[in-house]
């Protein structure tokens, strides 16, 4: 598998594309997440390939979800939360106001 890419260059390809704001949103989130995974189920020292059998996914589910490759359902979270040994928290913010 190749090397993780830094946001940056995950943000300016995805702005240099039409609709690109709705598409950047989109994948911060995905990114965040994963980011918030991977690093949590490091601090665990757990392998993906464990992660993936205390949630009940795939090797390669666990790995395209922690590169932010897809957008997990609530269920989905709160299995991996469970997994590592964390709790769900999903809140609305506002929006930062233009000045």
């Known amino acids: 598998m190749g090397e993780r890419r830094a946001w940056a260059d995950k943000k ?3 702005m240099s594309r039409p609709g690109g704001g709705a598409a950047y949103e989109a994948a911060r989130i995905r990114f965040e997440l ?3 995974v991977r690093l949590r189920r490091e601090q665990l020292g757990l392998p993906q390939a464990e992660l993936a059998e205390r949630t009940g996914l795939k090797q390669p589910a666990v790995a395209r979800f922690e590169a932010g490759g897809t957008m997990p359902t609530i269920p989905m979270l709160e299995r991996l939360a469970e997994a590592l040994e964390m709790r769900l928290s999903v809140q609305f913010q506002p929006l930062r106001e233009a000045s």
């Open 12 to 14: 300016a390809e995805i």
């Open 34 to 36: 994963g980011e918030a």
